[in-house]
């Protein structure tokens, strides 16, 4: 898997190490605003399955959402099938770029594959 920040480990590695260490969690992964991996404790072949489709699901559940309020945003939704559960959290913040101080929304968004309970 690849870090997500350099030099020590950040509050954010010991957050996804905490919750890759619960019962069932086969594992985590974070894409970055555009969809891509930015880190993963799955195989990096499911991490990029799952995330492409994640990362699509995402972007139409937070434009639904906008669209009925556009004062209120997408925290977090779970995918139950019958084999897994898959929890997504997209995070958003506003970044301010040089010294323009020009902002742009950069997101990222975590989701967990973990098993159901009686499956293997």
Do not use: C
């Not at 010991?14 to 919750?19: F, G, H, V």
């Not at 799955?42 to 991490?47: D, G, I, N, R, Y």
């Not at 995070?91 to 902002?103: H, L, P």
Request: hydrophobic letters at 40%; glycine letters at 8%.
């Amino acid at each position: 898997h690849r870090q997500l920040f350099n030099g020590p480990m950040s509050d954010i590695e010991e957050a996804l190490k905490r919750i890759t260490a619960h019962s069932g969690v086969m594992g985590v992964a974070v894409l970055d605003d555009a969809g891509k991996l930015a880190r993963y404790s799955l195989p990096q072949e499911l991490a990029e399955k799952y995330g492409e489709q994640i990362f699509v699901l995402q972007s139409i559940a937070r434009t639904a959402v906008r669209d009925v309020d556009p004062q209120n945003d997408l925290t977090y939704f779970r995918i139950d099938t019958k084999r897994f559960e898959i929890l997504v959290a997209p995070f958003w913040g506003e970044v301010r770029y040089g010294v323009t101080g020009a902002t742009r929304e950069k997101g990222y968004t975590l989701f967990v594959l973990q098993r159901k309970p009686g499956q293997t």
